[in-house]
């Protein structure tokens, strides 16, 4: 990918998910910071918790089952724009 992602995070207001869409966010601007053109927030309705990275479905609430954890929510970020990049500790296999 040449150009920087947008991410956008679309969160059902209704649902009062705002604090978890920010703290998505945050977390997705604290590890690719300066390689991101933008994170967005779009509230919605209806139970709406989507997010998209260059207008890429990564992440649908119904469809992938509930909420992404941060770790595989910037997986795959990362796989989608910078595939050659490691995540550090984010990359290592959760310990059983």
Known sequence: MTEKPAIRIHYCSQCQWLLRAAWMAQELLSTFGDD????????????????????????ERKRDGGF??????????????????ELG????????
């Open 36 to 59: 991101l053109a933008a994170v967005t927030l779009q509230p919605g309705r209806g139970g709406v918790f989507e997010i998209y990275a260059a207008d890429t479905l990564l992440w």
């Open 68 to 85: 992404p954890e941060a770790k595989v929510l910037k997986q795959r970020v990362r796989d989608l724009c910078w595939p050659q990049r």
């Open 89 to 96: 500790h984010n990359d290592k296999p959760a310990s059983k």
